[in-house]
């Protein structure tokens, strides 16, 4: 909002809510939104959504950790703004959405920049979930990885569904790829959440497990 005022190249009307942007009777050029209310709109206000879509472009707000989590809506919208990245930018940004385009940060358009995304989602994982993903990333079955965590397959075989799910990784290779391509910096993320989180004196950190000791931790 302040780099829009800013700039003074757009008059801004601000809305409270899905239900006063649905009631307006004004037609907006552009509508930006956060990641939230759109999601919700999408789901709740279908119809909504598509009247507004049809006579304003859409462009929603998110931070970049966000991104993975919402791929699957963001086809729907006519642009994106990343508040930790480019939201200085937000008028530039803008006349891009309303001639049809979106600027993506050059990060995500690279295998690595999608796995600095992946590294803030670690927090997501349990510790047998992350000893799970660090073994995928050694290329092992279920039945090896029950073993070196003395979990059953059957308990492994539902983690690793978890791992994909809460990482987004299509299938366990890429999950496995991931993990043997970033395995130092798995380990290193996550002793430095471990510390952060440690209150009661204990040292915290992952490197005496098992998989953390075949990772080379």
Request: proline share 2%; charged share 20%.
């Amino acid at each position: 909002m302040q780099a829009l005022e800013q700039a003074g190249r757009h008059r801004i009307t601000v809305y409270h809510g899905i239900g006063e942007l649905a009631q307006s009777t004004l037609t907006p050029d552009a509508i930006l939104i956060g990641l939230q209310q759109f999601a919700a709109l999408r789901e709740n206000e279908p119809m909504v959504y598509l009247r507004l879509s049809r006579r304003s472009r859409i462009v929603v707000v998110l931070s970049s950790r966000e991104l993975l989590d919402a791929a699957n809506i963001l086809a729907f919208a006519d642009a994106w703004v990343f508040e930790d990245i480019n939201v200085e930018r937000i008028n530039e940004l803008l006349e891009l959405g309303l001639e049809g385009h979106c600027l993506m940060p050059t990060q995500f358009l690279s295998r690595l920049g999608v796995d600095e995304i992946r590294l803030t989602l670690l927090p997501r994982l349990s510790d047998a979930e992350f000893e799970t993903l660090l073994l995928l990333g050694q290329g092992l079955n279920n039945r090896t990885i029950a073993n070196h965590l003395s979990l059953t397959e059957a308990v492994i075989k539902s983690m690793v569904r978890s791992v994909l799910s809460k990482l987004h990784f299509r299938n366990r290779t890429e999950a496995g790829v991931f993990a043997a391509r970033q395995a130092a910096a798995l380990i290193q993320t996550r002793n430095a959440g471990s510390l952060n989180t440690d209150h009661g004196g204990g040292r915290g950190g992952y490197h005496q497990t098992p998989a953390a000791r075949a990772a080379g931790a």
